[in-house]
């Protein structure tokens, strides 16, 4: 099945690494112009220049995504550079080793940060990217949420939060906007290897035991990889799913189809 985004612009958020990094590249492999919008100006620089090489174009445009006048911004300077916005992926997210508290233990400017850049900056992107959207004539909003939005662990009260909003704003938005050809889907990575799973197995006593473990622990037996997620979106995005809206897909090597019930074996 072959893919083709020539002519498309596709919007990624926190795209200067991991998860947004490899739906950057896959994109721009895929014939997309890609803006790359990140806090990170040093990675995200390098993000659009590996786009620009795998693809017809690329920028850079540096937002901290927390703020509504960056997130207005983003989208503005994307239209600015390439006339359009075809599809806006929505997958910047935060989650600190050292924000893992119960709800006691967690203030309300770490709450309010988490729930800003995780789930308020995913309203102002599409509120701010929609229409330009709807004047090529439809397209797509892809959210990137988590398996914990489904289901949780202990100390993630923010995070846990911000990911179940996002689900249950991508059911709602898709409602809206299905009448203008607009569809709006949620993808829920697993463990992926990115920088921040990484600085999570550094936390620990020995965090090359940590990083395997997190592989035994998929019944895939490996780590999702960034692309793994990139190369979902391009499908997601494109018409080969054309009767999808309102949706999730756990792109998570089989973790959702555990039981509670089942004890943890490192071969599956």
């Known amino acids: 099945m072959t893919i083709d985004y020539g002519g498309k612009v596709v919007l990624v958020t926190g795209a200067a690494q991991g998860i947004g990094r490899g739906i950057a590249l896959e994109f721009a492999a895929s014939g997309a112009r890609v803006a790359v919008v990140d806090v990170d100006a040093a990675h995200g620089e390098a993000t659009a220049r590996e786009a ?18 960056q997130c207005r911004r983003a989208a503005a300077e994307t239209v600015a550079h390439f006339g359009a916005i075809d599809v806006l ?20 400017e770490l709450w309010d940060r988490i729930l800003a850049v995780n789930l308020k900056s995913h309203f102002l992107m599409a509120k701010y990217c929609i229409p330009e959207i709807r004047k ?13 939005g ?22 709602q938005m898709s409602i809206d906007y299905a009448k203008e050809g607009i569809r709006v889907l949620a993808v829920n990575p697993g463990t992926i290897d990115t920088p921040l799973v990484q600085e999570a197995a550094a936390a620990t006593d020995d965090p090359a035991e940590a990083m395997a473990m997190f592989a035994r622990n998929q019944p895939l037996g490996r780590l999702g990889r960034p692309d793994d997620i990139g190369k979902a979106m391009v499908f997601l995005a494109s018409e080969h799913a054309g009767f999808m809206t309102g949706e999730h897909v756990n792109v998570d090597g089989g973790v959702m189809a555990i039981g509670a019930w089942a004890a943890p074996v490192p071969e599956w």
Do not use: C, H
């Not at 620009?52 to 995504?65: K, S, T």
């Not at 090529?136 to 914990?148: F, L, Y």
């Open 52 to 69: 620009a090489e795998r693809g017809p174009g690329a920028v850079f445009i540096a937002a901290d995504l927390g703020s509504t006048e």
């Open 89 to 108: 992926i929505n997958n910047v997210g935060i989650q600190s080793t050292d924000s893992y508290r119960n709800v006691e233990g967690t203030s309300e």
């Open 136 to 148: 090529r004539g439809g397209g797509a909003v892809i959210n990137v949420a988590s398996v914990q």
């Open 150 to 171: 489904l289901q949780s662990m202990p100390e993630v009260p923010a995070y846990a939060a911000s990911k179940g909003g996002i689900l249950s704003l991508t059911r």
